[in-house]
């Protein structure tokens, strides 16, 4: 039986590591910055409207649905690694090692 148990978890492992793989993208510094940024102007911006809406309409359910709607479009601009975030990638460098063979 535990046998069967570690299989099943070693397989969901190996599963989520080539999932991993395939879905690695990376972001440079100056994007996580400017990544960051938005995050913060964006919330901030839905967190607004969402209170005028929801004061204004007197309707905490208005309030809700804007900020859900705000988090939303916040989530599609930030979260995935979009090009525009990697537009200074920063070179890797060599290892002592690797320099002395060269």
């Known amino acids: 039986m535990f046998c069967l148990c570690f ?5 969901i492992l190996i599963l989520k590591m080539a999932l991993a793989d395939i879905l690695e993208c990376t972001i440079d510094f100056e994007g996580q910055k400017k990544s960051e940024q938005l995050l913060r ?6 967190g607004v409207a969402s209170f005028f809406a929801g004061y204004f309409t007197q309707s905490m359910r208005l309030l809700v649905i804007v900020f859900c709607i705000g988090l939303i479009i916040t989530a599609a601009v930030t979260i995935p690694p979009w ?14 090692d690797e320099k002395k063979k060269d």
Do not use: G
Not at 41 to 46: F, G, K, W
Not at 83 to 96: S, T
């Open 7 to 11: 299989d099943f978890c070693l397989d």
């Open 41 to 46: 102007y964006l919330l901030t911006a839905s």
């Open 83 to 96: 090009p525009v975030y990697n537009k200074h990638p920063q070179p890797f460098i060599q290892a002592e």
